[in-house]
């Protein structure tokens, strides 16, 4: 048994490739980035030592920190709304369906399936206003509410809230769904219990399925995070990142850095910025898992 | 008063499923509109007719053909790829036995950390140094590469709760590693690969970012690049034949959904619970 299993020959075959190719194309790219942030210019064009210059330089530009808010404000709010309305959305299912249980959880988990770009070439139809209004303004116009018809994706102020109310719609079916099934795992006899204990409903939810839950809470959390830190193709989808630079994610504008403006150092360095948001804030949201509760 | 408090619940439920469901409708019911009917009627007013000339537009004038043929290519292929070294590489670090094994299997699974933008621009420099920029190759690389940590970290959760006496049973028998692993295995692992395949089928038929660097040829262009492209072409004046275009990326999805509902649902679920 033990002879069949350190064959070495296998295992160099069975890991050797994947192990290559994860090499050359993941992991020395990383490395690699890391090594670009210390010059300015692009690989052949006034390509220059420039040592700590780029991360510098990161503190006075101004349209990386516009980016750096933009993301921020993103992660807050889609962060909060696919985690909260999947809980919310959960909770429903969990005590007041009784019926038809599997058919709610596959509708609702339909946008899920959806391919991002889709999703925001649709979303841009729904918010349009020119040359025709979309279904959220001829909806507003039929209603009577002829004074809220604007142009939700050519606004400053609204074009940020339409792109995250697109991401949480798409997802917080996927969240329920999590949350869902956590919540079945549950036994039915605690929360009997609970309820002959004379707790009230809110009581039972703080007491009883939020201990239970935070776990799952926790993981999505990060999931999510991790998600939108990286903010890049809905956004492109439904707005470019406009207008002007109202939905500009970090993402974007590294990728206008290293591709329209041939900065691909300073471009290496915001790269590597959302990648320690990520990993700092993943930590970060980790330290909230209490297990004793 | 009961019933109205059921009522009321029943309510909310219902109005949760058509929040979620209806954009959707919305876009298969535009995308048979004429283009008159958009200056006529509202936006939310049914289609009046099947306008199917839509579909054809899209599909010729609009390369949604070439788009899609593009799209399977890489996908179906790095697929193939993805789930032959995930559950070899995650066979390995967990069945096997040799010296580097935790330490490679940490080494994997460090990758599902890591944010896709930071390896974009050394990636573009390999391949335009490669000549590999504008070919269907370098796309196929990339998901693999990108594909593997998450897909070994899940065949690995599967494999640990896995059962050495069955190995055991077939190795008395006579059995190889390469048997081993083709005719025991394998099919003992259908679960953990469907949900692999379901997963990776996603991330890769989605994918916008690689596809739109790596790729400037529009004869080469996948489904999702191709979108924006067309809508930037069409997109103002055309709406009938962009809600074509974009039901017709979303279709491989729904249908995989509708045959497979409850392997995409627990191989969704699988990289946030897990991962």
New interface residues.
Partial sequence: MNKVLSNKKAIALFVGPAFILYTVLVMVPVLWSLYYSLYSGSPGLKWEFAGLKNYINLFTDKNFLKALGVNFKYISVVVIGQVGFGLLMALMFKFWLRRCKTVVRTLVFFPVVLPTVAVGQLFAKIYEIQPNYGLLNSFLSKIGLQNLVQPWLGQEKTALWALCIMDIWVAMGFYSVIFYGALLDIPDDVLEAARVDGASGFQLFRRILLPLLWPMVITSTVFSFSGTVKMFESALALTKGGPGAATKSLSMYMYDNAFTYYKVGYASVIAIVIFLICVVGSAVINRFDVKDY | MKKVRAGL??F??IL??V???Y??F??LT?SLKQQSE??EY???ALNKGFHFQNYADAWTRGNMATFFKNSLITTLVSLVFIVI??T??G???T????KYRDA?AK??TF?I??????????????YSKTKLLNTHLCLI??Y???G??LS?YLVKGYLRSFPDDI??AA??DG????R??WYVLTPLMKNSIVTVLVLQF?FK??D??FSM?FISDSKLKT??TG??YF?DEFG?KN?GA??AS?SM??FP??I??MIL?KA??EG??A???K?
């Fill in positions: 619940r029943g909310v439920i949760i499923c929040i979620e469901i954009p959707l919305w876009m535009a958009w200056s509202p936006a939310y070294f995930s070899t590489v066979f390995a670090v069945k096997m036995k040799w490679v080494y994997f990758g950390m890591i944010p896709v933008a930071i390896a974009l621009i050394p990636l573009f420099q390999i690389l990339t693999i590469a990108f593997l940590s070994i190995m055991e190795v008395i059995c190889g590693i390469y081993l692993m996603f038929w989605n916008l970012l660097t489904v999702q979108l924006l809508s103002s709406w962009i809600f974009v990326s979303v999805m729904l995989l959904y509902n995409v649902i969704m679920t990289g946030a619970v991962g």
